[in-house]
């Protein structure tokens, strides 16, 4: 029979060290459920695919500075050079580089004119081969023809007329239709140049992985006629490696300029979310170290407990108490008090997320998070109890007629 | 209702081993109430705790209400003592942390009565000795001989056919403790079989039957109520 009312009675005369036990259960409650949900955000967030063929895709810089270097004459031929190496699925001149942290980004808005709002998103200025380089599925329209593509001078400042969106960034635009039906449609860029949206593209993210915008990116048909280019090369599967190095020997043999900045998609990913990474081990160790902390301080003080209540546990032997009578009021008592300490965490863990909401602009915990964390930590006392619980059993009844 | 043939007890160390019960034997009838006495070391207290199911023997065996108690595990052995026995200990054995209620509730919980039949239970018993009007208070509201009756009225409230007392007025002073008697006298007179270890003779002469200990053995049984007469 469970002794709810006599234990929660004999807790109110000794409550310091079961309070202490109860607040110390709410602080890590508070910390880890929202360390958890930060961890499985971060996570997740880490998990979102680019929309790239990451594994098989690379890019490589160069920077002309020699008096007879011809930019427009050296893209052309560097992309037909590229192209021609065995294992080259596709290549083409790229301004930005996909979760790699730094890009362009320009705003579209459905209306003309600087009184009405834009959609942020980022800009990647490819050719006709921009999907297939990019390994991005068209999911409405067309992609762009030889004819669309233009050359950008630097101090170019108008668009072109056509571009590719993605499917976030269409509904974003035009969120009361489908987004295939966004294909024909005019959005307008730096607020009145009009650009007719050809086609759909299922997915590309942003340069900037931590942006609230990052699943928003749009394709511009254009070269950058620039000394300085990036070329983005996709591969056949497991042909990256040694196409990398070949794309490098071939560029180095132009002297006229400066070959760096080869990395892998892969390497790119892992480098942009290197903060979510660390963020995630440090989490996780606050959670392990809390964990064991709050722990430990269960067994400590069920562990002083029994002690102190020897004679009373020989006495509850001697009365009638089995062995699993003695085990299940130390572990009523514990989830007494972590019930109580649970209760405390479940606001703290609210009050601790709306700072972290104001403070780190992350989203708010989902609800279900609280109950969670308050069934687990339940269970984390109930599992560090049971040992000094079990311990007690061995207490003899004899130890009740004994006067000292 | 209790009894014990060629009963043995030996508590080993590495270097000593001693015989705290040699070929014990004792019968117990219902509705006696026995006294066991006996110098320190004389093996009392384990017959106590045997009797009342705390220790296991190493030899013999032990009847307690027709059923052989030898071969019982421990389970069994807890559930036999809350049914069967009440006990009275010296130092009272009152949880401190409990009221005197939640106190006497104790081993009705472990029968499992329902919180309806513990009520009336816990109020008669506490009605019985006179505390019934002190059942929010704590043991250590209380004096030495109204928490005696407490633990009394815990040992009654399961309406045991046994009491095993265990120098029931060791901290009492005499007044108190010949209140206390008197309280167990009127409990056996309702039919109780009560078995009471003392080392006070004086005490143990107030109950019907004399047993005296020594050496882990029966030594002398006396019956004093025939001493009584013989005496007058």
Redesign the interface.
């Given at each position: 029979?469970l002794?709810l009312?006599?234990i929660f009675?004999?807790l109110l005369?000794?409550k310091v060290g079961a309070l202490l036990i109860a607040v110390q259960i709410a602080f890590t409650m508070a910390i880890i459920v929202n360390s958890v949900f930060i961890i499985y955000e971060r996570s997740q967030e880490t998990k979102r695919p680019s929309g790239l063929d990451e594994a098989n895709s690379f890019f490589i810089s160069s920077s002309g500075f020699g008096e007879n270097f011809g930019a427009k004459a050296t893209i052309e031929k560097d992309l037909t050079d590229i192209r021609a190496i065995s294992g080259v699925v596709s290549a083409i001149q790229i301004n930005a580089i996909p979760v790699s942290g730094g890009g362009w980004s320009m705003s579209l808005q459905t209306e003309p004119g600087a009184e009405h709002d834009g959609v942020g998103t980022a800009v990647y200025m490819v050719n006709e081969n921009g999907l297939d380089a990019l390994g991005l599925e068209l999911l409405a329209g067309e992609n762009f023809v030889a004819s669309d593509i233009r050359w950008r001078q630097n101090s170019e400042s108008t668009w072109p007329d056509k571009v590719i969106v993605t499917k976030a960034m269409a509904e974003r635009l035009f969120p009361d239709i489908d987004y295939g039906q966004s294909v024909g449609k005019t959005v307008y860029i730096n607020d009145n140049e009009p650009m007719i949206i050809v086609g759909i593209i299922d997915k590309l993210q942003a340069p900037w992985v931590g942006w609230n915008n990052v699943e928003n990116s749009m394709l511009s048909p254009e070269h950058q006629e620039t000394d300085s280019v990036r070329y983005f090369i996709r591969t056949a599967p497991g042909q990256r490696d040694s196409t990398m190095k070949q794309v490098e020997e071939l560029l180095a043999k132009n002297k006229e300029r400066v070959v760096d900045g080869m990395r892998s998609i892969e390497y790119v990913r892992e480098r942009s979310y290197r903060g979510h990474t660390a963020m995630i081990k440090i989490l996780t160790t606050v959670i392990i170290t809390l964990t064991i902390v709050t722990s430990l301080g269960i067994v400590g003080l069920a562990s002083f407990s029994v002690n102190r209540r020897k004679?009373?546990i020989g006495?509850?032997?001697?009365?009638?108490?089995?062995?699993?009578?003695v085990i299940k009021y130390f572990m009523l008592e514990n989830l007494m008090i972590s019930g109580v300490g649970v209760l405390l965490g479940a606001g703290l863990t609210i009050a601790l997320n709306m700072l972290l909401v104001k403070a780190l602009s992350i989203t708010p915990m989902d609800w279900f998070y609280i109950p969670i964390g308050m069934i687990v930590l339940c269970l984390i006392g109930q599992l560090a109890v049971y040992g000094p619980a079990k311990k007690a059993t061995g207490i003899?009844?004899?130890i009740?007629?004994r006067?000292v | 209702m209790l009894t014990m043939t060629n009963v043995k007890k030996v508590f080993r160390t590495d270097l000593v081993e001693t015989h705290a019960l040699r070929d014990f034997n004792l019968q117990v009838n219902e509705g006696e109430f026995v006294a066991v006495t006996g110098p320190s070391g004389s093996g009392k207290t384990t017959f106590l705790n045997i009797a009342g199911m705390l220790e296991t023997f190493n030899g013999g065996s032990y009847v307690l209400d027709g059923q052989d108690v030898s071969h019982l595990n421990d389970n069994q052995r807890s559930k036999l003592r809350n049914e069967k026995i009440g006990f009275i200990f010296q130092s009272y054995n009152l949880i401190p942390d409990l009221n005197l209620f939640d106190n006497v509730d104790v081993p009705l919980r472990y029968r499992g009565f329902d919180a309806k039949e513990r009520k009336q239970r816990i109020e008669e018993s506490l009605e019985t000795v006179g505390l019934a009007n002190r059942m929010k208070h704590l043991p250590s509201q209380l004096s030495g001989g109204q928490q005696q009756r407490v633990a009394i009225a815990r040992a009654l409230a399961g309406k045991p056919r046994f009491l095993l007392a265990d120098e029931p007025t060791g901290n009492l002073d005499s007044a108190m403790a010949q209140s206390v008697m008197e309280l167990l006298q009127s409990i056996n007179q309702s039919g109780t079989t009560i078995v009471m270890v003392t080392h006070d003779p004086q005490l143990a002469q107030q109950a019907a039957r004399n047993i005296y200990v020594k050496d882990g053995q029966v030594s002398e049984v006396h019956d004093v109520l025939k001493m009584h007469v013989a005496n007058a």
């Open positions: 029979m002794e009312g006599p009675r004999a005369r000794n004679k009373q006495i509850r032997r001697a009365l009638g108490a089995r062995k699993i009578d003899a009844p004899a009740a007629t006067t | -």
